[in-house]
């Protein structure tokens, strides 16, 4: 284990340099805040994670998010157990009948502000389930979303800049 | 429990199709019969389905493997479950899905059905199974996990900290996929198929490809087969590196998670860099695959393979120098060989209690009928047990995937496909949790008339429960972990 340990510490970093937050993301992020927002809680955000339906390959990614590589941590992004700790519901999936509660419910039970990210091509449009009669529809039909990340799955550095225009728009001003 | 079982009996002297299996139409009596072939471990249960007014079962036993049908009177044909109980579930959804009448069905709770579809909303509150005696309590547990992971329910009922009872409750994530499929075209259907279970993406668009080839008719190019067989060893060194962190992780041992996590992100980069997607979705379509490989490509994939290696052989020198981990895995979460045989469970789970099926050997499709390794077992079939397990398949797949990288000759990687018949297909692939069953019904318009999925966990899920039962609660994870059954691969 020691040395283990020791081989792990003299490899090098395995993290990268933080991204540019995305510029889509910002616009969209900024428009849906708004300067209220901004002021409230400073650069650290904590994030409930959702499957409302997934294929389970946007959760593949988002769990790459807490490798040694991404390490979101450092951004001050967090994820949380409970929907009562969390600023962000991060959610993936075309929203299922069967799920449609379970994912209200865990919205409801967030302390205000919160925001609602809709990750992956299915979140925002069901993706290749459109039209499926199991499943409800695209997030937006059901909460209000502030933020999508598109892709089938989103590589964690999509996700990363996403969440870090989260981070910018809400950042308090100088 | 006679020599020859029913099935052998039955299908001696038929001609295999170009799948594999021979199929037969079977009159009631011949369907119990051979359910309870499956019961007495003649032979065993690979698949169940509905298609159309007919009822299917796909069996397997020695070197044989066939598909069964039966006619239903409207909807009614005789329950497999009541004589096999791993057809249970599968038969709880055919009920949901398709409404047939599985008669004698010793369970008829819905089972993928919540109520919740619009159309036939109940209000029925699902019944738990009961567990009954003094200082028993309950803890229920999900849909929404702590964790980030797919959704389901477990009800334990314990007493104090030790599980007397766990319940699983499932289909949350369930879409309709087979809804979906049904009708759609061949390229639609690679889509949705490649989308069932985002984490075996690879195998499932193999299967899929295997059973419309199958069909169809449709030969691939040796390099394209190769290049799937690269593929699908690369999804499953992913994973098994990534489940023997998760294991270590539940047991608080983050470093060694630490180190697995980087080196699956490892994986994932080289996918990437020479197939355009890092889980190398959409890249195996029936014909071939779509995406070739370059030889910077080929380079990058021989340079991970010896990272790999390195990170294998020092992540179990600190596993085997840790009791105190080892403490966590070895003796927790022990399922009965026998339930496995039962069950027929595929993957690290039936490996891990010397059930030594791979369906790469036991019936071997191209490459894998030509690449040597072997097939790894572990007897002690607990937390331990199936870590190693898996820690054995990362060494056998860095060999062949070496060998497939050195065997790839110049060629097409795509075939036109023939015109399209009437035709049936089926095809049974190994994904990293086990064998993961396709069928495939072509209309003569060429258009998918119906595609039946059915992922390892089916009968992986049910064993948890009984993994589970006498250990403590905080072990759960643990064994949770060392299943990593599919969710959405269960629910479709």
Redesign the interface.
Known sequence: ?RT??L??LFKGT?TIAPPVPGADALEEVARALGERARQRLGRSLSIR????????????????L????YDIERFGLK?V???RHADVLLVT??V???????LLR?YNAMPEPKWVVALGDCAANC???A?????VGPLADILPVDLHVPG??P?PIEIVKGLLALIEARAPGP | MSAIGPLAGLIAGRDAAPDGYVRLDVEPEVWTELAQGCAAGSHDLSALWVDDDRVCMALGGEGLRAIVSLRTEAGAYPSVAAHHAPAMRLERAMRDLHGVRPVGLPDTRPWLDHGRWPGRESAARYKFLTAEGEGLHQIAVGPVHAGIIEPGHFRFTANGETVVRLEERLGYVHKGVEGLLAGADVARGAAIVGRISGDSTVAYAWAFARAVEAALGWAVPPRAVLLRGIMAELERLSHHINDVGGICNDASVLTINARCTLQREDVLAVANACFGHRLMMDRIVPGGVTVDLSADGIGRIRGLLSRLEETRAEILRVYDSMPSLQDRTVTTGIVSPDLVRQYAAGGFVGRAAGRAFDTRKNFPYAPYDQLPFDIKTRTTSDVDARLLVRMDEIAESLKIVGLMLDWLALGDIRSCGPAAVASEGAALVEAFRGDVFRSVRIAASGTLARVHVRDASWFQWPLLEAAVEGNIVADFPLCNKSFNCSYSGHDL
């Open positions: 284990m283990f340990l081989g792990a395995a994670e959702v499957d409302a339906g997934s294929c389970n390959g946007c959760e593949l990614e988002i769990h790459a807490n490798n040694p590589v994820f157990a409970s929907p999936g075309p299922t009948w069967n799920m449609r509660e379970a865990t993706g290749v389930f039209g499926s009669p199991a499943v089938c799955p590589a």
